[in-house]
């Protein structure tokens, strides 16, 4: 736990001196006052978070981070359990949506086992930070223990300060775990309390009669385990995932180190919530790349006030919206830094 | 006349077989069914455009055209006339917004001056298409006669097809023109019917009072030409503009040669309006890039029936809209031909 009060006590909020000094040269721009909309706000945005006047997002890099999820056994998810081993395998062999849309925008994919129920084949490739053999089936009892959860916060950290040592200039939230959209639905309810009905949704893709049983289990697992909302270090060991502990502990880590954060869909937005109870100025470091269509994210980022960028019907998890968002974030940039001024382009300004 | 229906001729509805084909190769990959959205449904559409089972989008051109429009004398835009001519310099020289944006997502730049009101310094990027040295003001008598509108349309199919000869494999469309919003609402509101007030924008930025003048002004001008909304040249001439005619002409080209075209925004929608009203086939061919903060944008969308890929609030035109857009398709093509399949990547199917 020290490990993380350490982290937080480096998060200070984002620079309004910058984001004033970068709005008055979005304004020099040979173009209309504000037209380029969302685009001027994210490099504002990038500007304040980063302390720096002319940011640079050379090096993208989007964590992946695998996990078991116990509750399968209540049969929650339309896929098989040991999908979540095959597609780590996928990952490293780069045939995953997530490595075609990380190349597309020129990131690196960090793939972490931080949990997964088998022993995968080593590949150095593959980093292995495993907090356990998949949670417990948090239907018959708590995920997993409390010191569990905060190990799991911890790998996040390590994992991101390692890699900040190659260059990390704006960092991307991933995962793969079946089940894990059960494991975010109860999160979600425990801290916004909307009902489950709302927050659940098909996951993989689930029937309508899975869609009731997977239901009634987050009711009956938030019933049991009682977490509490105002400890979110209860609410990640009882209904959580390790894989949404580590995204929490990576998020907190990107904002004590100044570095935009663009959360995927609703698991790395059950972890963004996670890192948000736990210290709420990482809102500012997120980025919310995309609105997805499990019906729990759009309450997850209207509890925390994030705005998504695209709303493309995505639901596939692995970083893949965070992927596109992190395109966007180095599209606004560039127009920052690459744009000619009315003055250098000798272009009148506004009549009036 | 008769090269615009040789154009139209050409152009036949997409290809369903393959459409299905991508649909059964789209499923076979390794994620859940349906879970990349409406990157998937980009894919299949490109595919079904383009006639090919395995599309690459190398090469991405947009069409940037510029031309002036008379009735800036009626004061509809905050802007000074002689910033269409400044920025086409600008985009020469590269510092334009959609010089940063089309770079980034690896689109050249056709610049073209359709009908800039001035002479402009030759230049080795600069394509000279005039019509005319800019339109005539719309308030007091039709905008161009009836053959400088075909004029335009064709200088836009000639554009595109010697284009075509160095390689285009998707198409955005973009356009430079002071003044241009009061023609585009003036097209939207003759094509929709809807009212006025509710087409009509601030443009690049005008105030209160600019608003209500600039709504006269439209109001006027369609009063005053009686445009035929069954005649979609009639329109064009009496209300549009050389780049909205360029831009008809390119999309109708594009549609007839199959390539895909993506539509920037508010202007480029009216533009879209003309060709769709001319050859509704076309529509198959188009995808909308952005929701302009125009809200006759909005209206267009909605006429012709497309849903636009990003919401980021931009209204600077140029056809930086659609280079991010052309971004979005370069990813769901890739997503189509680079992902692992269930098989190849020794992943377990849906249970069900």
Redesign the interface.
């Known amino acids: 736990m020290e490990r993380i009060n350490n982290t937080i006590k480096n998060i200070s909020g984002v620079d309004p001196v910058i984001i004033n000094k970068t709005q008055a040269r979005l304004d020099n ?11 001027e706000e994210l490099a504002k945005r990038i500007c304040g978070i980063t302390g720096k006047v002319n940011p640079s997002l050379v090096n993208k890099v989007i964590f992946t981070l695998a996990a078991d999820h116990g509750v399968t056994d209540e049969g929650v998810s ?3 359990k ?2 979540t081993a ?2 780590v ?2 990952f490293v ?1 780069g ?3 997530i ?3 990380a ?2 925008v020129g990131a690196r994919v960090v793939v972490v086992d931080i949990g997964v129920s088998a022993d995968l084949k080593p590949d150095p490739k593959l980093r292995v930070e495993k907090i356990n053999y998949g949670t417990k089936n948090m239907a018959k009892g708590p995920a997993m223990t409390r010191d569990e959860a905060i190990k799991a916060i911890h790998a996040g950290i390590d994992l991101f300060e390692e890699e900040l040592r190659r260059g990390i200039d704006i960092v991307g939230t991933g995962e793969m775990g079946i089940g894990n959209t059960t494991a975010a639905s109860a999160i979600t309810a425990s801290f916004t309390g909307s009902p489950v009905e709302k927050i659940t949704g098909r ?3 689930l ?1 309508d009669p899975g869609l009731k049983n997977k239901i009634e289990v987050i009711k009956k697992s938030l019933l049991l385990n009682k977490p509490d909302p105002a400890d979110p270090i209860d609410v990640l060991s009882k209904v959580g995932g390790f894989e949404i502990g580590g995204l929490a502990g990576i998020i907190l880590a990107a904002a004590s180190h100044k570095t935009p954060v663009v959360i995927d869909g609703f698991i790395s937005g059950a972890a963004a919530l996670v890192a948000f109870k736990i210290e709420p100025k990482v809102k500012d470091y997120m980025i919310a790349a995309h609105k997805s ?1 499990e019906g729990g994210h759009k309450i997850i980022l209207e509890h925390i006030g994030l705005r998504p ?8 998890g692995e970083g ?1 919206g965070g992927a ?1 968002g992190i ?2 974030a ?2 606004a940039v ?2 920052l830094t ?3 001024t009315f003055k ?9």
């Open positions: 721009l040979t173009k209309p006052l504000g037209s380029l909309g969302r685009l339309a896929y098989p040991e999908v095959q597609m395998y996928n062999a045939g995953a949506g490595n075609v849309l190349k597309h996951g993989a893709g029937d269509q960028l695209l709303d493309l019907d995505l639901r596939l893949t596109l395109g966007l180095d599209a560039k127009i690459q744009m000619a250098s382009a000798n272009v009148s300004e506004k009549n009036i």
